[in-house]
């Protein structure tokens, strides 16, 4: 039985927590299924990292496709028919639970290089405690290799976000002074408090987007299949960053961050119709079927 006080507090006090269990083995035909469909409708922002010599094996991302929320995709039993939408309101103790968008990632064969430490808050015009990343991978995954964590750091500060440079992982991708640079926790990882776990299918990291993280690389014989799923609850806001966000989090051109400037004062409750609402009083009619 998990005691859902004690994770509520973790995911408070630590920025991040394991979750084991809340998608079950009957669920995972249904996992696999959404992840095919997304690698088989790519959105506009999807992205095919090339093989080098050090890195010969297969990256492949993709983030925020519109046809989730508006219909056509398989996600509609996820976001609605899972028990994610409940854990989340017992974390927050938030009546309302809206889906940002997604991430999936696929990385096989031998995509040596780690993705580097960053904070997803830095990329996005939003605040709030009620945030979340709902990590989920397809393969069983020890510590090594899986998702880490800087304990707490989603207390600040918030850095400039990584430009994913190859040559050098804490290079800005703003740059204007706005935020400080990303410190380089692998040159000297003893020195900080790193947080990870084994993660078995099934199982969900949850983490809060401040939360200092990164990804460990796959090696030649493994696959990692990623379904990073971002929600947010009552008390987010509306917090213009430097470039309003990051484009290329789009829907058919004009990205959500430019409806939202039209639409929202720094501070506003973030709302808006594009956000698809998963629990709560609003009536779910626009619930995606499958």
Excluded at 212 to 240: E, I, V
């Amino acid at each position: 039985m998990i005691d859902l006080s004690a994770k509520r507090t973790a995911l408070a006090e630590d920025g991040a927590i394991h979750f084991p269990g809340p998608l079950p083995p009957e669920m995972q035909p249904m996992l696999s299924c959404i992840f095919d469909w997304s690698i088989a409708n790519p959105s506009d922002n999807a992205h095919h990292f090339e093989p080098t010599h050090d890195n010969p094996g297969r990256f492949y991302a993709d983030i925020n496709n519109p046809m989730i929320p508006r219909g056509g995709s398989p996600y509609g039993a996820l976001l609605v028919g899972s028990r994610l939408g409940d854990i989340l309101q017992a974390l927050w103790g938030s009546r309302n639970i809206w889906f940002l968008y997604e991430q999936v990632l696929l990385k096989e064969g031998g995509a040596a290089r780690r993705t580097p430490w960053h904070q997803d808050s830095s990329y996005l015009p939003i605040k709030g405690d009620m945030i979340a990343v709902v990590w989920i991978t397809l393969e069983e995954t020890p510590a090594e290799n899986a998702l880490e964590f800087i304990k707490a750091s989603h207390r600040g500060p918030l850095y400039d976000g990584s430009a994913f440079d190859p040559a050098d992982d804490t290079a800005p991708i703003y740059g204007d002074g706005s935020m400080p640079r990303l410190p380089d926790i692998e040159a000297d990882r003893g020195k900080w408090p790193i947080l990870s776990w084994d993660v078995q299918p099934g199982d969900a990291l949850v983490f809060h987007p401040a939360t200092l993280h990164g990804g460990a690389p796959t090696r030649a014989g493994h696959r990692r299949r990623t379904l990073s799923l971002r929600f947010f609850g009552d008390d987010a806001t509306y917090q213009p960053r430097s470039t309003n966000g990051v484009r290329g989090i789009g829907i058919e051109g004009e990205t959500i961050w430019d409806k939202l400037a039209q639409s929202l004062k720094p501070g506003d409750p973030l709302r808006h119709s594009d956000f698809l609402q998963v629990r709560g009083a609003t009536d779910l009619h626009n619930i995606p079927k499958t």
